[in-house]
C-alpha cells in the first residue's frame, strides 16, 4: 500500500505528442535529487504538443503517474508540469529606478520587483515565468547581490515567457482532471536547459534544439538565460510518417524500423543491407517487401533536411547566426536517432551534441536519454524554486520614487514592441 508523499518529494510530468511521462524524486538534506519511481504511458490526446483530447490525454496522465506512485511507494497529490507547445516567446525587460546615490536596501529591491510584477502586461498573453536575473547598478551589469551597495540607479532584469493562454488552461484542466493539483506549468525548453546545458554554456552562448515527437523547439541562451524561442511544426513522429507512407507500412511498424535501422547518415554498406517490410494490412493475403537501408536513409534524411533548413532560420532569426564558439545542443526523442549529431554539424555548420539529462541520482538507464531531458530539467526547476514575479504579493502602498512611472511606461512599452 501507498504511503502518503512526505515532504521534499517532487513529481514532474511531461505530457508529449508520443508519451506522457511522471517522475518523482526525493530532494536529500544536501540538496541532491534521488529518482524514487517513473512512469510513462503512450500519448495518444496530443497533437503537435496541443492537448486535442482531454479524456484520453487525462486517462494517460493517470496511468503514468500510478506507475511511478507504484514504484516510489508513495502516493502524491501535487505535481509540476511541462508546457512544449508552440507560440512560447521569451524576453529580456530591464526596469530602473533612480536611488539618490544612498546604499541599496532589501527594501528598494523588494518594491522593485513588486511593482515590475504589477506592471506585467504581455498584451493578452499568459505569463509562464516572470523572474528576475541580475541587477545593474548605474548601469553595470552582472551584479547578483546589490544590498548594501551605494548607487544612483538601481536596475533590474527579468526574464519573461509567454504563450497563448488557451493551450495552458486546457493543460492545467486535463492534470487536475487527473485529481492532481497542479504546483506550476513551465516551459519546457526553460526546464530542459536545467538538465542539459551546463552554467558555462548557457552564459556563453548555446542553442538548444529539441526534437519532439510533433514540434521542435529551437531556443538561445545567453548570459545564463533563455533569451530566444522558436517552434517549428515538425518532428520526429514526421520521420516516422514519411517511412510508413514511402513503405506501405503501419506506423508502429515505421517507428520500429526507424529505431532499429534508422540513422542520419549513409555508408557505402547501407546499399547491400536488406530490410523486411510488413505490408498495412495482411488479410488479403498481401506479401511484405524488401527495402535497402540505404533506401530507408534516404526517406529519413529528406525530412531531416528539411527540419534542419527551418532549424536555420529559425536560428537566424534569433541572432545566433555566428558560428564561431557558438554550440547546439541536440535532445528529445528525435535526438535519439543514430547518427543524428554528425548529420546536424554538417547541415548547420557548427559543432553539436547531444545533451541527455545531468543532476539526478538513480535514475533509471530507460530514462536517461534525451528524450527525458525535459522531465529532468522539471524536477530540477522544482527543486530550485527560483523566485517569480507572478508569484509576490501586491504591494499597495509602494515607495514611488521620480522615475517610477517612466519604469512602468518602459515596462509597457517592451512588452509591446516585442509581443
Same mark, same amino acid.
Given at each position: 500500500?501507498?504511503?502518503?508523499?512526505?515532504?521534499?518529494?517532487?513529481?514532474?510530468?511531461?505530457?508529449?505528442?508520443?508519451?506522457?511521462?511522471?517522475?518523482?524524486?526525493?530532494?536529500?538534506?544536501?540538496?541532491?535529487?534521488?529518482?524514487?519511481?517513473?512512469?510513462?504511458?503512450?500519448?495518444?490526446?496530443?497533437?503537435?504538443?496541443?492537448?486535442?483530447?482531454?479524456?484520453?490525454?487525462?486517462?494517460?496522465?493517470?496511468?503514468? =503517474?500510478?506507475?511511478? %506512485?507504484?514504484? $516510489? #511507494? @508513495?502516493?502524491?497529490?501535487? /505535481?509540476?508540469?511541462?508546457?512544449?507547445?508552440? &507560440? *512560447?516567446?521569451?524576453?529580456?525587460?530591464?526596469?530602473?529606478?533612480?536611488?539618490?546615490?544612498?546604499?541599496?536596501?532589501?527594501?528598494?529591491?523588494?518594491?522593485?520587483?513588486?511593482?515590475?510584477?504589477?506592471?506585467?502586461?504581455?498584451?493578452?498573453?499568459?505569463?509562464?515565468?516572470?523572474?528576475?536575473?541580475?541587477?545593474?547598478?548605474?548601469?553595470?551589469?552582472?551584479?547578483?547581490?546589490?544590498?548594501?551597495?551605494?548607487?544612483?540607479?538601481?536596475?533590474?532584469?527579468?526574464?519573461?515567457?509567454?504563450?497563448?493562454?488557451?493551450?495552458?488552461?486546457?493543460?492545467?484542466?486535463?492534470?487536475?482532471?487527473?485529481?492532481?493539483?497542479?504546483?506550476?506549468?513551465?516551459?519546457?525548453?526553460?526546464?530542459?536547459?536545467?538538465?542539459?546545458?551546463?552554467?558555462?554554456?548557457?552564459?556563453?552562448? =548555446?542553442?538548444?534544439? %529539441?526534437?519532439? $515527437? #510533433? @514540434?521542435?523547439?529551437?531556443? /538561445?541562451?545567453?548570459?545564463?538565460?533563455?533569451? &530566444? *524561442?522558436?517552434?517549428?511544426?515538425?518532428?520526429?513522429?514526421?520521420?516516422?510518417?514519411?517511412?510508413?507512407?514511402?513503405?506501405?507500412?503501419?506506423?508502429?511498424?515505421?517507428?520500429?524500423?526507424?529505431?532499429?535501422?534508422?540513422?542520419?547518415?549513409?555508408?557505402?554498406?547501407?546499399?547491400?543491407?536488406?530490410?523486411?517490410?510488413?505490408?498495412?494490412?495482411?488479410?488479403?493475403?498481401?506479401?511484405?517487401?524488401?527495402?535497402?537501408?540505404?533506401?530507408?536513409?534516404?526517406?529519413?534524411?529528406?525530412?531531416?533536411?528539411?527540419?534542419?533548413?527551418?532549424?536555420?532560420?529559425?536560428?537566424?532569426?534569433?541572432?545566433?547566426?555566428?558560428?564561431?564558439?557558438?554550440?547546439?545542443?541536440?535532445?528529445?526523442?528525435?535526438?535519439?536517432?543514430?547518427?543524428?549529431?554528425?548529420?546536424?554539424?554538417?547541415?548547420?555548420?557548427?559543432?553539436?551534441?547531444? #545533451?541527455?539529462?545531468?543532476?539526478?541520482?538513480?535514475?533509471?538507464?530507460?530514462?536517461? &536519454?534525451?528524450?527525458?531531458?525535459?522531465?529532468?530539467?522539471?524536477?530540477?526547476?522544482?527543486?530550485?524554486?527560483?523566485?517569480?514575479?507572478?508569484?509576490?504579493?501586491?504591494?499597495?502602498?509602494?515607495?514611488?520614487?521620480?522615475?517610477?512611472?517612466?519604469?512602468?511606461?518602459?515596462?509597457?512599452?517592451?512588452?509591446?514592441?516585442?509581443?
Amino acid at each position: 500500500m501507498a504511503k502518503q508523499a512526505t515532504e521534499g518529494l517532487i513529481t514532474a510530468i511531461d505530457i508529449g505528442s508520443s508519451k506522457v511521462s511522471a517522475l518523482i524524486a526525493q530532494k536529500g538534506d544536501g540538496g541532491e535529487l534521488v529518482v524514487l519511481g517513473t512512469g510513462q504511458r503512450e500519448s495518444r490526446g496530443v497533437r503537435r504538443g496541443y492537448i486535442a483530447d482531454m479524456a484520453a490525454t487525462e486517462v494517460a496522465v493517470r496511468e503514468a =503517474v500510478e506507475q511511478a %506512485e507504484r514504484i $516510489a #511507494g @508513495v502516493s502524491i497529490e501535487d /505535481v509540476w508540469v511541462a508546457f512544449s507547445a508552440g &507560440g *512560447l516567446v521569451s524576453d529580456i525587460v530591464k526596469l530602473e529606478v533612480d536611488l539618490g546615490g544612498h546604499r541599496v536596501e532589501q527594501a528598494d529591491i523588494d518594491a522593485l520587483l513588486k511593482a515590475a510584477g504589477e506592471a506585467l502586461d504581455p498584451q493578452g498573453r499568459m505569463v509562464l515565468h516572470a523572474q528576475p536575473t541580475r541587477y545593474t547598478l548605474d548601469g553595470l551589469t552582472g551584479t547578483p547581490k546589490p544590498t548594501g551597495m551605494h548607487a544612483d540607479r538601481l536596475g533590474v532584469e527579468i526574464h519573461v515567457v509567454a504563450t497563448d493562454g488557451s493551450p495552458v488552461r486546457n493543460l492545467d484542466l486535463c492534470v487536475r482532471s487527473a485529481h492532481l493539483d497542479v504546483k506550476s506549468i513551465v516551459a519546457a525548453p526553460v526546464a530542459t536547459g536545467l538538465a542539459v546545458l551546463s552554467e558555462e554554456e548557457r552564459d556563453l552562448g =548555446v542553442a538548444l534544439v %529539441e526534437i519532439g $515527437a #510533433g @514540434v521542435t523547439n529551437v531556443s /538561445v541562451f545567453q548570459h545564463g538565460v533563455l533569451t &530566444g *524561442l522558436a517552434s517549428i511544426g515538425m518532428g520526429a513522429a514526421d520521420v516516422t510518417d514519411d517511412i510508413a507512407s514511402a513503405f506501405g507500412t503501419r506506423r508502429a511498424q515505421a517507428e520500429r524500423i526507424k529505431c532499429f535501422h534508422g540513422s542520419a547518415n549513409m555508408s557505402p554498406r547501407d546499399n547491400h543491407d536488406m530490410i523486411d517490410i510488413a505490408p498495412i494490412s495482411a488479410e488479403q493475403g498481401e506479401e511484405g517487401s524488401r527495402i535497402t537501408k540505404a533506401q530507408l536513409i534516404a526517406t529519413i534524411r529528406l525530412r531531416l533536411d528539411r527540419l534542419m533548413q527551418e532549424v536555420q532560420r529559425e536560428l537566424k532569426k534569433l541572432n545566433f547566426d555566428d558560428p564561431v564558439g557558438r554550440q547546439i545542443v541536440l535532445t528529445g526523442g528525435g535526438a535519439e536517432l543514430k547518427g543524428i549529431a554528425d548529420y546536424a554539424q554538417q547541415a548547420l555548420g557548427r559543432t553539436v551534441r547531444v #545533451g541527455r539529462p545531468r543532476g539526478l541520482s538513480a535514475l533509471p538507464e530507460a530514462h536517461s &536519454g534525451p528524450a527525458f531531458a525535459t522531465l529532468a530539467g522539471l524536477t530540477m526547476f522544482a527543486a530550485a524554486d527560483p523566485v517569480d514575479l507572478r508569484g509576490m504579493e501586491p504591494q499597495h502602498q509602494l515607495v514611488v520614487r521620480p522615475t517610477m512611472g517612466t519604469m512602468v511606461k518602459r515596462l509597457l512599452a517592451a512588452f509591446r514592441s516585442n509581443y
